[in-house]
């Protein structure tokens, strides 16, 4: 991705978020080099990779399969006296976006619609032996209720609704096209993006930048280089 793309990402972000009424930490305005500044205070935030994280999964089309994350509070696996015993995040679609198809082995995560159009989600359950797909029916559960679906049915929230991925829950959801943007949010386990993501498409977690312009932002991967 262009570093100029991320940045038009998070000013879109950031817009949607103050027309929601919905507000971040305040380091999430610091430029880099307010970063640098407070490097003393803010070892804690770098490890738990709090912040801006912007990729299109290595795919090349960030407005086709792509996300705008924002994560807010979280957890080490390893080390239950940094951060919190959970995970909250905001993940920001434009209407037709959509994470690749994953799942997670060790991460329980709600999936809640927060506002904006209609959030669109198609499951499939994994082998947790081999990791491949199967097309056995999906049980779910949305907000207490319990649900079937066929794998890779479609399956609709509007604002205020949620769903409970369990592992190896093979999952894509994105904003529905012609509803408008979504604001969604997560709360799950203590996340690590760098080690509990399965993808069954081609993808990498993370982007590669091209450096055309001054970042606005740095993205929660960045921090070792502040």
Known sequence: ????????????????????????????????????????????VKRLMLGWDITDYGCGDFQKIGTVLYTVRNGLQDDPTVGVPYCEKYLLMREGQRLPKHYHVSKTEDIINRAGGVLQLFLWNADPATGEQLETDVVVWQDGIRHVYRAGEEILLNPGNSISLTPYMAHIFGAKPGTG???????SKVNDDLTDNYFLEHTARFPTIEEDEPAVHPMCNEYGRL
């Not at 972000?13 to 027309?19: G, M, Q, S």
């Not at 943007?181 to 709360?187: M, S």
């Open 181 to 187: 943007d979504v604001i969604c949010g997560e709360v």
């Open 1 to 44: 991705m262009k570093r100029s793309e991320i940045n038009a990402a998070i000013r879109w972000a950031e817009d949607l978020l103050r027309t929601h009424h919905i507000s971040l930490p305040l380091y999430a305005a610091w430029s880099p080099e307010d970063w640098k500044g407070h490097a003393e205070v803010i070892g804690a």
